[in-house]
């Protein structure tokens, strides 16, 4: 298979039909090999607009759509100055396309075999401004705070204080909210130690683990 016609078909037909016009967000998906960040029997499917499992710990992790993806970078705005926290790096994929956005990325992955992956992942490419970390992932990673970009890579039920408050004065945090037909991309800015938040648009993903609200019981 020609992997690189496959990525240039990728992005002409799936990311620049779905309003992405950001140079620096289409020339990432044409400079990252998506095929290298998905199992060995996957690869055929790197560059179909769909999600690709990569492990199926804590539900299912994935390697997000195309799509949305790319309209979710293109929406956090990111400058070459930016440091960034990712949210589930998962197999790094996301994370080499930040690492070509921003100035430096920290992924964070709750999952060690995920995260192992991701190093080698972006080692042997050698995508050196990424730095895979191990954690919670509803924590965040405080102690390389503040961020510029806070980037969730997954569906979450609620954004925690615990991320919004590892924001820069200035920042911003890029998160689908809810989960199906519900869900809504957003934008979290940090202001004078206050939090408002832009919604930006109607989308689907997978979900992230760690971000679901406890229901209370009613007898």
Same mark, same amino acid.
């Given at each position: 298979? %020609?992997? #690189?016609?496959?990525?240039?078909?990728?992005?002409?037909?799936?990311?620049?039909?779905?309003?992405?016009?950001?140079?620096? !967000?289409?020339? @990432?998906?044409?400079?990252?090999?998506?095929?290298?960040?998905?199992?060995?029997?996957?690869?055929?499917?790197?560059?179909?607009?769909?999600?690709? @499992? !990569?492990?199926? @710990?804590?539900?299912?992790?994935?390697?997000?759509?195309?799509?949305?993806?790319?309209?979710?970078?293109?929406?956090?705005?990111?400058?070459?100055?930016?440091?960034?926290?990712?949210?589930?790096?998962?197999?790094?994929?996301?994370?080499?396309?930040?690492?070509?956005?921003?100035?430096?990325?920290?992924?964070?992955?709750? %999952?060690?075999?995920?995260?192992?992956?991701?190093?080698?992942?972006?080692?042997?490419?050698?995508?050196?401004?990424?730095?895979?970390?191990?954690?919670?992932?509803?924590?965040?990673?405080?102690?390389?705070?503040?961020?510029?970009?806070?980037?969730?890579?997954?569906?979450?039920?609620? !954004?925690?204080?615990?991320?919004?408050?590892?924001?820069?004065?200035?920042?911003?945090?890029?998160? !689908?909210?809810?989960?199906?037909?519900?869900?809504?991309?957003?934008?979290?800015?940090?202001?004078?130690?206050?939090?408002?938040?832009?919604?930006?648009?109607?989308? @689907?993903?997978?979900?992230?683990?760690?971000?679901?609200?406890?229901? #209370?019981?009613?007898?």
């Amino acid at each position: 298979m %020609d992997f #690189e016609a496959a990525r240039i078909k990728m992005v002409d037909n799936q990311v620049r039909t779905t309003d992405v016009t950001s140079h620096t !967000v289409l020339s @990432a998906f044409l400079a990252v090999p998506r095929e290298a960040f998905v199992p060995e029997n996957r690869k055929q499917l790197a560059y179909i607009d769909t999600d690709i @499992a !990569v492990s199926p @710990a804590d539900g299912g992790r994935y390697v997000m759509e195309p799509s949305p993806l790319a309209k979710l970078l293109q929406l956090g705005e990111i400058a070459v100055t930016d440091s960034i926290l990712e949210i589930g790096c998962t197999t790094g994929y996301t994370s080499a396309l930040l690492s070509l956005l921003g100035k430096d990325v920290t992924a964070l992955e709750s %999952d060690a075999e995920l995260a192992a992956q991701a190093k080698a992942n972006l080692s042997s490419l050698g995508y050196a401004n990424v730095n895979v970390v191990t954690g919670p992932l509803e924590a965040g990673y405080p102690s390389k705070a503040p961020y510029d970009v806070i980037f969730v890579n997954g569906a979450i039920e609620t !954004v925690p204080a615990a991320l919004t408050s590892q924001l820069r004065d200035g920042g911003r945090l890029i998160a !689908v909210v809810g989960f199906g037909n519900a869900s809504r991309a957003k934008v979290f800015m940090r202001e004078g130690g206050k939090t408002s938040e832009r919604k930006a648009f109607n989308t @689907a993903v997978k979900p992230l683990p760690g971000f679901r609200v406890a229901r #209370e019981f009613v007898f």
